[in-house]
């Protein structure tokens, strides 16, 4: 939210928008209605629940291998239903965020959150 309230990020936009490394996969919905909004109200009509992790000591993916389903061993998270008409949980709706939150800072989301958020505290 500190991003929105600095003009950065904006609630309403579409994700594709802050996305350069990854991107939704083709579906018959309009990824234009995919917005920043949707995703942390978890209306955004993906198609996973929440992930399972991984274990202490394991290799942990990029972001991009995880949206491609190296975490949930399952497809790639789409948009399986209409943006804005259902809830579903969808856990890896906030790995985009991540990808946006480095996208629009320029560092990764681990630096950003620790200086930001983490230090600050």
Do not use: K
Not at 51 to 58: A, I, L
Not at 103 to 121: D, K, W
Request: aromatic share 8%; glycine share 8%.
């Amino acid at each position: 939210m500190i991003l929105v309230e600095d003009g950065l990020l904006d609630l309403d936009a579409p994700i594709e928008q802050y996305l350069t490394r990854w991107h939704l996969p083709p579906s018959e919905y309009d990824h234009d209605q995919v917005t920043l909004r949707r995703i942390l109200s978890h209306t955004a009509g993906f198609s996973t629940d929440g992930d399972t992790g991984v274990e202490p000591g394991e290799y942990v993916p990029t972001l991009e291998e995880a949206l491609n389903g190296a975490i949930l061993g399952a497809r790639a998270l789409h948009v399986a239903t209409p943006p804005g008409e259902d809830y579903h949980y969808a856990s890896m709706g906030y790995t985009l965020l991540e990808m946006a939150v480095e996208t629009v800072t320029g560092e990764p989301f681990a630096s950003y959150m620790q200086r930001e958020i983490l230090n600050p505290l």
